[in-house]
């Protein structure tokens, strides 16, 4: 740890993150839009420190200064890609807003159980400087800077464009990407320099977007296909690998390891987990892997359901592979030994639209015998489905939680507007596979003092296995 310290925040390896210390605290985004509560949106600070007093509670709230941000996902002023400069420190958390195109810098350094705000960065700065708009994902780079990707233009319109923000002052500095080719949609991206290479993914238009799901929209263009090739040293855009029309390729993980040149990214709409790679010629290439069937369904909004891959991760060690179900409702467990064979170890299903009593009838299941039961844990019925997943570093522990995004929760889960989403934890089995539900772990959303809300990514003060890159 103090050798750490002296060489900067985060680990010198994947590996050595594994050993780094049990989580004691996490951030969560907790949003209100769409909820019928005038209230705004605010960072959770929850403890899940087993030996604390107040394990499982949420200590401390910082509301955001506006009201309809929708927070969403979250990532630091530095990370594991600085960890040879002793002059950076992970003490921001940067936290971009879907919807306003504000982005909120968190002081959490200062006092890690009780952040604080520290600058916010008005859309207009967006708007002017890089005429982009409804940020997604945030990344620190090795040089200082961060790095925040961008679904569209300032009119809603898609458009994969990039903001960098200087790592001291906050202030935006302008666009990443160099050249007048740019793909027309963005979401999520991960860079790798010893490739060359950023790969970013495709959601859909944003004024498509906001306020709900029409299927008609995929056919009409507006959701996306591609991961998108970057060439990370001229920043212009190389490639597009087509993933087949509606795929709607949403999170992408590289493999941790800086040496490897492949990865793995969920496909919502598809239900296809697909694996990319550097071809022998030097482009880039995808491979679908896995595939989770929809279910033929009767009471719901069409009559195939997918399984709605929302959320993907990877372990520290590049052994394990998890994804969450967003409508089945499973969250699972993967060995990837073999990368291009990914074999199921682990299955908990928790909540989703087809349990058992619901208003949708299953008449066609190619995987499952019968329908699930309603998942129940401490007396509270969850609703929705398993969404933001995040692992421990060494492993052995999978938090979810249960939101996907204001807009797309009301259209699919109504319930869990009133009644206020949860987080879960996970016990994983690292030797052989296996995940089971910890009974007592329960973050109930539903009983915050301003009502319930609806909590999404999860962050460790020292860093995860999503956030963290290795140069």
């Known amino acids: 740890s103090a050798k750490c310290e002296a060489c900067g925040p985060g680990y010198a390896t994947p590996l050595d993150a594994m050993k780094g210390p049990r989580e004691e605290l996490v951030y969560v985004p907790c949003i209100y839009r769409n909820t019928g509560r005038d209230k705004p949106d605010y960072l959770a600070t929850v403890d899940v420190d087993p030996k604390s007093p107040s394990y499982c509670q949420v200590i401390h709230r910082l509301p955001m200064p506006n009201l309809g941000d929708e927070l969403h996902h979250s990532g630091w002023n530095s990370c594991s890609s600085c960890f040879g400069d002793a002059t950076k420190k992970r003490n921001k958390l940067i936290l971009p807003s879907l919807i306003s195109s504000r982005v909120y810098v968190v002081d959490v350094g200062t006092d890690p159980r009780a952040p604080r705000l520290h600058k916010i960065v008005e859309p207009v700065e967006l708007f002017w400087k890089g005429n982009v708009a409804n940020p997604h994902t945030s990344h620190c780079l090795g040089s200082g800077d961060i790095l925040i990707s961008c679904l569209g233009d300032p009119a809603g319109n898609g458009k994969a464009g990039f903001i960098l923000l200087d790592g001291e002052t906050f202030e935006v500095k302008g666009n990443w990407e160099k050249g007048a080719k740019v793909p027309r949609l963005g979401y999520d991206f991960w860079y790798q320099p010893r490739h060359n290479v950023l790969l970013s993914t495709e959601w859909g238009t944003p004024k498509v977007l906001a306020d709900g799901f029409n299927p008609a929209d995929v056919e009409r263009g507006h959701y996306g296909s591609c991961i998108n090739v970057w060439d990370w040293s001229s920043h ?101 030994a073999d990368r291009r064979r990914p074999r199921l170890v682990g299955q908990v299903f928790l909540g989703g639209s087809i349990t058992r009593g619901g208003a949708v009838t299953v008449v066609e299941d190619k995987e499952l015998q019968c329908q699930p039961e309603p998942f129940v844990i401490q007396g509270k019925k969850v609703q929705g489905g398993p969404q933001m997943i995040q692992l421990s570093l060494d492993g052995r522990r999978l938090y979810v939680t249960t939101s996907l995004y204001s807009g797309w929760d009301k259209q699919f889960y109504p319930e869990l507007l009133k009644q206020g989403s949860v987080m879960l934890q996970i016990d994983v089995d690292t030797d052989k596979g296996g995940l089971k539900v910890n009974p007592n772990f329960l973050v109930d959303f539903g009983k915050e003092p301003e009502g319930p809300a609806l909590a999404h990514e999860i962050r460790y003060p020292g860093g995860d296995c999503t956030s963290d890159i290795w140069l």
């Open 236 to 336: 212009s855009f190389l490639q597009a690998v087509d993933l087949g029309q509606g795929s709607i390729p949403l999170e992408i993980r590289f493999l941790h390891d800086p040496e490897a040149a492949e990865g793995f990214v969920g496909c919502a709409l598809s239900g296809a987990v697909q694996r990319f790679y550097k071809t022998e010629k030097g482009d880039w290439a995808a491979e679908k892997v896995i595939e989770v069937p929809s279910k033929k369904v009767k009471g719901w909004l069409l009559p195939d359901m997918p399984g709605l891959i929302s959320d993907i991760l990877l372990s520290l060690d590049d052994k394990f592979l998890y994804f969450s179900n967003w409508l089945h409702g499973d969250l699972r467990q993967y060995s990837i």
